[in-house]
């Protein structure tokens, strides 16, 4: 069964930084593609991130390059997102997403949501 678990999320003002953790089980983590997807009240959900399965290729949404920064560490099943700068538009549910599919990696990639969030907030 696929788990994905994180963790690191908190109350920070704004500027403040913040590091998400999200430790896989139930498949082979190295496979596959993760994200980073979040969701503000009343928002849909938003890809602010992803990473190839051996971690050498990566994407950001406009509003977070420069300040964001995704990596994983396959002999630990655990992929990360670093906040930076962080600004009061970037809170949000944060949620790590699996690749739908193993050994891929392109624009339409789709992923899936497992686990069940880490809340981000940023204010003074």
């Known amino acids: 069964e696929v788990q994905l678990v994180e963790s690191g999320g908190g109350l920070v003002q704004p500027g403040g930084s913040l590091r998400l953790s999200c430790v896989a089980s139930?498949?082979?983590?190295?496979?596959?593609?993760m994200s980073w997807v979040r969701q503000a009240p009343g928002k849909g959900v938003e890809r602010v991130s992803a990473?190839?399965?051996?971690?050498?290729?990566?994407y950001y949404t406009d509003s977070v390059k420069g300040r964001f920064t995704i990596s994983r560490d396959n002999a630990k099943d655990t992929l990360y997102l670093e906040l930076n700068s962080l600004k009061s538009e970037d809170t949000a549910m944060y949620y790590c997403?699996?690749?739908?599919?193993?050994?891929?990696?392109?624009?339409?990639?789709?992923?899936?949501?497992w686990g069940q969030g880490t809340q981000v907030t940023v204010s003074s």
């Open positions: 997403a699996k690749a739908q599919v193993p050994w891929n990696w392109y624009s339409g990639l789709e992923y899936k949501i």
């Open positions: 990473i190839d399965g051996g971690g050498s290729s990566t």
């Open positions: 139930g498949f082979t983590f190295r496979f596959y593609a």
